[in-house]
């Protein structure tokens, strides 16, 4: 990521963590009550419901969507949680305007604070990002409380401006899904919620789909275009598998891009992106699309030319 890509991170960062395995869990819901005045405060413990936190953000590319609730009359109500990781949990709210149809459903994604684990071998992505003042980019190397605080806001900060860029791209003549990127409060990033907004049920991953052989073709194709995309705009995801793409209404979505990769400025950039291409092709390839297809090597190089590198 380039400098000016990154928002402000003075933001503060709320909520308590959780430390749970990695699998979605079904949402507790419970009886409306005034939550505190004060968005910072502990939500309410019986409702998880407080003020929306939207005037102190960030916000996302505009013209917002339609269905997002920006009003400052809204409540967030915390659900549960749809999943757990080692740098981050994403939470379940439901953001409302009181006595309104008015609402929507946000996944929001909180990364860990100082004194909890990070990316592993975070160095390599974290090359070709920097601060402006020496003092954070010595903490950030030195990996200091302060420094490893710099750096979960840069997580978030990363993947917030890359969705929003992106989003801004897709809503062209460009094809590639990502959730809308809400709002960016410190560490904590809100998004939107993509699957089904009746039940809360989160759209399944591409790894835990078993599709025939029409729909390896399609979803391959999407995800090849989706690639492109990327890498004109200069970036590698830098992490992408079947776990971080998601299938909504047949379409693939784009997840999980804190790690995101400036191909150009980071000296590792191509073989992050050759790295991605090497695992989702032979995800698809044991699914039956044929190797002369799916061949990570000419892909790859189609990548780089598309990036400008060759």
Known sequence: MRDHDLPALERRSRGKRRFDDDEPQFLKRGRPTEPPADPDAEPDPDTGEHWSSWDDAV????????????????????LGVLKTGKEADVHL???????????CLLAVKRYRDAQHRLFHRDAGYLEGRRVR???????????????????????A???????????????????????????LRG??????????????????????????P???????????EALRVLARA???????????????????????????VDVVANPQGPDFLARDVRVVSAWFVARGLPVEQAD??????????????R
Do not use: C
């Not at 900060?157 to 709002?183: N, S």
């Not at 029409?214 to 090849?224: F, H």
């Not at 992490?239 to 995101?260: A, E």
């Open 59 to 78: 916000h996302g590319p505009q013209p917002y969507p339609d269905w997002l609730v920006t009003e400052l009359a809204a409540k967030d109500t915390e």
């Open 234 to 260: 200069g970036y590698a995801h830098g992490d992408l598998s079947p776990y971080n793409l998601l299938v909504h209404s047949g379409r693939l979505v784009v997840i999980d891009l804190p790690q995101v």
């Open 157 to 183: 900060a990363a993947e917030f401006a890359a969705l929003a860029r992106l989003w801004e791209i897709g809503a062209g003549h460009d094809r590639i899904a990502v959730p809308y990127p809400v709002q």
């Open 93 to 103: 709210v439901r953001r409302a305007v009181p006595d309104t149809d008015r609402s």
């Open 214 to 224: 029409a729909e390896v073709r399609d979803l391959w194709a999407q995800l090849v």
């Open 296 to 309: 990570p090597l000419a892909l790859t190089g189609e990548l780089l030319r598309e990036a400008g590198i």
């Open 133 to 155: 003042r020496s003092r954070e980019n010595r903490a950030m190397a030195g990996r200091t409380a302060f420094g490893r605080q710099m750096i979960a806001g840069q997580w």
């Open 187 to 212: 560490t904590e990033l809100m998004l939107e919620f993509v699957g089904d907004v009746e039940s809360g049920l989160a759209a399944p991953r591409l790894a835990q789909l078993r599709p025939g």
